[in-house]
């Protein structure tokens, strides 16, 4: 199973973004879905997830500002990311959790680079 990422960039003050996920690959189904975040010199954190039934959790800091959904029939996870804050600046990493003929497993996207312009 393979996850591409996009839709990262640079974003002016108080604008906005949507990354995409796509998951590939022998997938026979597709459980949670999430986004992730490292900034520089700072551990992974949880950003947002998403489960089959479309129950969402979100990281305090992110709440109210970022949106996480899904489309199933594509297999791909979306971040909307609203009034972005310079501490949001990341790479943002996408993970689901799969199963394939190989049985259940979970990977991750390669990440994409957000900037927040001071």
């Known amino acids: 199973v393979q996850l591409q990422a996009s839709g990262g960039g640079l974003v002016q003050p108080g604008g906005s973004l949507k990354l995409s996920c796509a998951a590939s690959?022998?997938?026979?189904?597709?459980?949670?879905m999430g986004w992730y975040r490292q900034a520089p010199g700072k551990q992974r954190e949880l950003v947002a997830t998403?489960?089959?039934?479309?129950?969402?959790n979100y990281a305090d800091s992110v709440k109210g500002r970022f949106t996480i959904s899904r489309d199933n029939a594509k297999n791909t996870v979306y971040l909307q990311m609203n009034s972005l804050k310079p501490e949001d600046t990341a790479v943002y990493l996408c993970?689901?959790?799969?199963?394939?003929?190989?049985?259940?497993?979970?990977?991750w996207g390669q990440g994409t680079q957000v900037h927040r312009l001071q």
């Open positions: 993970n689901v959790d799969h199963w394939s003929p190989r049985g259940w497993g979970s990977s």
């Open positions: 690959g022998s997938i026979l189904r597709i459980n949670g």
């Open positions: 998403i489960t089959s039934d479309g129950s969402t």
